[in-house]
């Protein structure tokens, strides 16, 4: 079954409570799931809540990273959206779950852009 993307939707839990709350972590360990899974990096957007949390994304070229989170509760929701063959959702998955010390993850990974018959593309 060919697809254009793998999404990855990831359940991270038993995370550090101080990393998934502080901005600059968070943004630092999104951008380096990126980097180290070879994706081209095209925009970056975080935010700190009060009285805390984190969410940001990575646009990448490929689609993006996502993450929310929630350290009262030593818990964060990941989306990992990649489109080619270049780039593998779960390498970034694996590499935010183990630099947030997460004690355990679940994760969906969905076929984007399935087509069973050939599609005819329009132009608007």
């Known amino acids: 079954m060919n697809a254009l993307g793998r999404h990855i939707l990831a359940e991270i839990y038993g995370c550090d409570s101080n990393i998934l709350d502080n901005l600059e972590l968070i943004e630092d360990i999104m951008v ?9 990096i095209r ?6 809540f ?3 949390g984190v ?8 689609s993006h990273i996502t993450i929310h989170t929630w350290p009262e509760l ?9 489109c080619g063959d270049d780039v593998n959702p ?4 694996n590499y935010i ?4 010390r997460a004690q355990n993850m679940t994760a969906t990974e969905v076929k ?3 087509f069973e018959k050939p599609v005819k593309v329009v132009n608007y």
């Not at 925009?43 to 700190?48: R, W």
């Not at 030593?74 to 990649?82: C, H, P, Q």
């Not at 779950?97 to 947030?100: P, V």
């Open 32 to 40: 380096q799931s990126a980097i180290v899974t070879g994706a081209e």
């Open 43 to 48: 925009e970056v957007a975080f935010h700190k």
């Open 50 to 52: 009060n009285p805390q």
């Open 55 to 62: 969410s940001g994304v990575v646009v990448i070229s490929e």
């Open 74 to 82: 030593g818990y964060a929701a990941v989306d990992v959206f990649t």
């Open 90 to 93: 779960w390498d970034a998955c």
């Open 97 to 100: 779950a183990k630099m947030l």
């Open 112 to 114: 984007r852009g399935v």
